[in-house]
Structures are given as structure tokens and as C-alpha cells.
């Protein structure tokens, strides 16, 4: 197979949002417990958080982390996790049907993002709870002082304000596995209300209402539609999630998940906009792709799910997914659709960060490791650039079963003063594909990196056992000749490259 690019500073996408590559830690299995926080670990720190998988998160570049869920903050009481740990309720959590001590709480992990260097996302709780609770949560994190609920906090140890300014509207409100499921009307006009009294306590919010929890959602489309209708003017971005895996779906179609990604990303853009253009606003609405990652739910749904009136463990080992390197290759191709919509998505939370769809995990007392998926995530972070470029890619085609024709390579390009980057993938499980990108109009540049994710074992894994199994392999790449770089790359790849 063939594809061909061609780069110029001049033909741009926009702007690329750091909060791109953000990040998700929720209450749910070994993320917090046994995840982030273990007291007693070799490389604990005074607060109990493990050094070991902090200096990982740094090295992943995360930028902003979506906490504390997830379906676990649709039944979430924020008050029960802070002042002194040792008071704080234990309670049950109905989403994973596990048990919430509550030692890591709200002021905890806000100091663990002061050491990984993130900032923090926020979501309320619109399940079992309302506008008067969110309003609660907001004046206890941003209100300086002279407050009941900002003293409190002044009291629990944080004098200034944590100043948090992305907040979510809930979580998945159109599933009907979500504590206080609704419709798209009533969730609406929640959201609408909630949004409006948040923004009369602190009006510099950015406020993110529920879309679909995934395309395949049968409400998807008329429920953006209607969730706009009365959000409209209230909010500024509004949510996608969405998760494929290889076990649902055949192999072709798997590594067609970033096209998929691409289709959920331009019809909720069209479907914003036609709100938009009804109101006759000029206020254009973002996407926060909130929760994207390779997640084999069915899994999930038959071998971890916990039942049973007298069990609720703490800290179980759910949704602990092992990734491969076709695995790596979806979640590298699924950012080369986030950066080519970038003029659209100013956010997303890759999903989750630690031991839960994760690409750190961690052994109780032992090592932390990389998943496949590590790379591609850590190396698009480093290397994207300021601007994201149209990539001009002309490709050859292949046929998918779940999405017809879809091209075999796909990129995307970012430039800064420094350099210029181009990420590809090879969609091929049987050839290596051919391209050819014009990098004539970038000026004189040479290659300094180039590295990419590819084996003859697809199926490789990084596990506790083998920790190191699979990891970037730095590529020959060929001199530029006449303004243009040819590459070659192997079936089933994925290949980031620095021109400066
Ligand atoms: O990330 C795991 C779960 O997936 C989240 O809790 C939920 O929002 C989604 O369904």
C-alpha cells in the first residue's frame, strides 16, 4: 500500500490544547488504592503515594486529570472525603459494587497532582445529587475564605484555593447503567440549571455537559441535540466517550477505531452546530473527549463483575486489562484523530491512568510497569507541537466490515518554532506501507526521531512477569531527497517522527 503527505506551516488545523492529552483517575479497583497511594511501599512518600508510578505519570505527560469518576460520582458524597481521615465515612460505591474508605479524598489528590505536575478536572455528581451540592463542592474549592465551606477547607489544611476551573456536568447521564439515569430533557434542564449557579459563584468556569456515552448509543445524535437545546448558552464543551477492543469486533475494523473516533468527533460537531445555527449564536461549542481508550467491556461484564448483598470489596482488581501491541497501535492512532480535530477537541482523558485500563500498572509491595499503550501516549505528548497541520494525506483503502472503506495509513502533523512532527499508522496486517511525505515547504529539516511501535507477535503484552516485552523501537529512516522523505512502515505499526 501507498500513502503520500504533504506539510506546510501554512495550511493549519488550529491550535493544539495541552489539555489534549489529559488523563482520568476514578474510585474504581486499584487506581487510588493499591494504584497512586500505598502507604508501606518501598517508594512511598510521606503521604503514602508511590514514587515509582509518580515519576511514570510525569514521564506520560498527562496534563489535566478527570476525577473522581466515572459512574462512581453519580453516587458520590464529595463532604465524605475531606477533614480528618480517620472520621470519614466508609461507603458503599453502587457503580463497582465496592467499598469507598474514603482515605484518599479530595485534598489528597490534589496534592498528588502538585507532584505529578497535572491539574485537576472535576466532576459533580448530577446522579443522586443536585445543583445545591455542586454549588457546595464549588465554594469549598474556589472560594478564597469567609465562607462556611471555603473556611472548612482553610480548616482541612488548604488555605488558598485549589481554583479549579473544568467541570463536568455529571457523568454518562444518557446510560442507563448510571445511578440517576434520565432522558435527554431532563438531564438538560438539570444541567442547564446546575451550569447556571455555578457561574454565578465563579463565572471563569469551563463547564462540560454529558454527551453520548458511545456512538453506538441508541439516543447518540438526538441527545446531544436536545442536551444543547437547553445548555446552549450555559456550558462550553460538550463530552464524548468511547472504547473499542479487538475481542468485539474483527481486526480490520479494530484498527479502524480512530476513523470511528474521527466519525463521533464530526457528528457531534455537526450536530452542535446546527444548534448553534438555529439559535443564531456565535458562540461555538468544544469537545472534551473525556473518556477514549481500548476497553474489552465484555470482559468486564462476565469475568470482574462483583455481586452479592454481603460482598463489597475494597480496592478490587477490576477492569485490569492487559494491553498488546496492536492494542498501542489503536490508542497512537486514536490521538492522530484527536490532534486532526484539534480546531474542535481542546480536551480528552485518555481512560484510566493507573491499574484500570491503565497504561501504568502496579504490583501491592512490588514493581510498576508500562503497558504497550504507555508509548504512543508519552511520545505524542512530548512531541506534539503548538499547531496541529492539515496533513494533505492521500492513501490507499482497505474494506472494514463495521465501517466500509477507511484508509490504510493515517497522520497527523504538529509544528512549533522547534520542529515539526508527523504521527502515522499502518492499518495493514499483512504489508508494509509506502509513504511519502513532502516536507518541501518546512525549509531545511533533517529527521533527529524516529520511533515506532510494531512486532511480529501483535498479541505481545507487557506483564508483571515480562515486564519489558515490548517498547519503542527507534527506526532507520532514509535521507530526505528533493524535499521529500519516504518511509516505510510495517503491517500493523504505529510511527512518531521529529523534524527539525
Ligand atoms: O472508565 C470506566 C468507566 O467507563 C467509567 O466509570 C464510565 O464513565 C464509563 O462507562
Redesign the pocket.
Known amino acids: 500500500p501507498q500513502a503520500s503527505l504533504t506539510l506546510n506551516p501554512q495550511f493549519t488545523i488550529g491550535a493544539v490544547d495541552r489539555r489534549l492529552f489529559g488523563s ?1 483517575i ?1 474510585h ?1 479497583g486499584r487506581a487510588v488504592y493499591d494504584g497512586i497511594y500505598e502507604p508501606g511501599h518501598a517508594t512511598a512518600d510521606d503521604q503514602g503515594f508511590r514514587g515509582d508510578v509518580l515519576a511514570l505519570v510525569r514521564e506520560l505527560g498527562v496534563s489535566t486529570i478527570r476525577y473522581p ?4 460520582v453519580s453516587g458520590f458524597k464529595w463532604e465524605d472525603s475531606v477533614g480528618p481521615a480517620e472520621k470519614r465515612p466508609t461507603r458503599l460505591d453502587l ?1 463497582w459494587h465496592s467499598t469507598e474508605t474514603n482515605e484518599v479524598g479530595l485534598h489528597e489528590f490534589s496534592d498528588w497532582l502538585g507532584k505529578a505536575g497535572s491539574e485537576l478536572m472535576l466532576a459533580v455528581n448530577l446522579g443522586t445529587r443536585g445543583v445545591e451540592e455542586a454549588l457546595d463542592l464549588l465554594e469549598y474549592t474556589n472560594v478564597p475564605s469567609g465562607s462556611t465551606l471555603s473556611d472548612q477547607r482553610v480548616a482541612n489544611g488548604l488555605p488558598e484555593p485549589l481554583g479549579v476551573k473544568m467541570w463536568c456536568l455529571g ?2 447521564m444518557d ?1 442507563p447503567w448510571q445511578l440517576g439515569h434520565r432522558n435527554a430533557d431532563d438531564y438538560g434542564k438539570l444541567a442547564s440549571m446546575t451550569a447556571k449557579a455555578m457561574r454565578q459563584l465563579d463565572s471563569s468556569l469551563e463547564l462540560v455537559v454529558c454527551g453520548s ?1 458511545n456512538r453506538t448509543m441508541p439516543t447518540f445524535g438526538s441527545w446531544e441535540r436536545t442536551v444543547l437545546e437547553h445548555t446552549y448558552d450555559d456550558i462550553d464543551l460538550i463530552s464524548c ?1 468511547a472504547y473499542w477492543a479487538e475481542n468485539n469486533i474483527d481486526l480490520g475494523s479494530f484498527l479502524a477505531a480512530g476513523h470511528d473516533m474521527s466519525l463521533m468527533i464530526e457528528e457531534v460537531v455537526a450536530t452542535a452546530d446546527s444548534v448553534k445555527a438555529a439559535r443564531r449564536s456565535d458562540k461555538t461549542i468544544k469537545i472534551s473527549f473525556d ?1 477514549w481508550n481500548v476497553w474489552d467491556i465484555n470482559r468486564f461484564a462476565t469475568e470482574d463483575a462483583i455481586t452479592g448483598i454481603g460482598n463489597w470489596p475494597k480496592a478490587p482488581r477490576l ?1 485490569e486489562d492487559q494491553y498488546t501491541v496492536v492494542d498501542a497501535v489503536v490508542v497512537g492512532s486514536l490521538l492522530i484523530s484527536l490532534l486532526n480535530h484539534a480546531d474542535r477537541v481542546s480536551s480528552a482523558s485518555l ?2 491512568l493507573v491499574n ?2 491503565a497504561p501504568i500498572m502496579t504490583e501491592p509491595g512490588g514493581p510498576v510497569w508500562k503497558q504497550t499503550t504507555f508509548f504512543p501516549f508519552a511520545v505524542t505528548s512530548r512531541l506534539a507541537g503548538s499547531t496541529a497541520l492539515t496533513s494533505r494525506l492521500v492513501s490507499d483503502t482497505y474494506e472494514t466490515s463495521a465501517y466500509g472503506s477507511v484508509k490504510i495509513v493515517d497522520a497527523a502533523a504538529t509544528t512549533d518554532a522547534l520542529g515539526t512532527s508527523v504521527f502515522l499508522v499502518n492499518r495493514s496486517v499483512d504489508s508494509a506501507s509506502t509513504v511519502t511525505i513532502d516536507v518541501s515547504g518546512l525549509g531545511n529539516v533533517a529527521v533527529v526521531e524516529a520511533v515506532s511501535i510494531f512486532d511480529d507477535d501483535i498479541h505481545a503484552t507487557n506483564t508483571l512477569a515480562s515486564p519489558d516485552r515490548v517498547s519503542l523501537r527507534e527506526v532507520a529512516t532514509s535521507p530526505i531527497v528533493d524535499g521529500v522523505l519516504t518511509l516505510s512502515l510495517p503491517p500493523v505499526s504505529w510511527t512518531a517522527i521529529r523534524l527539525e
Open positions: 482520568f476514578e474504581l469518576g466515572g459512574n462512581f457503580a457523568n454518562e446510560g456515552s466517550h473518556e477492569l481512560a484510566q484500570v485500563i
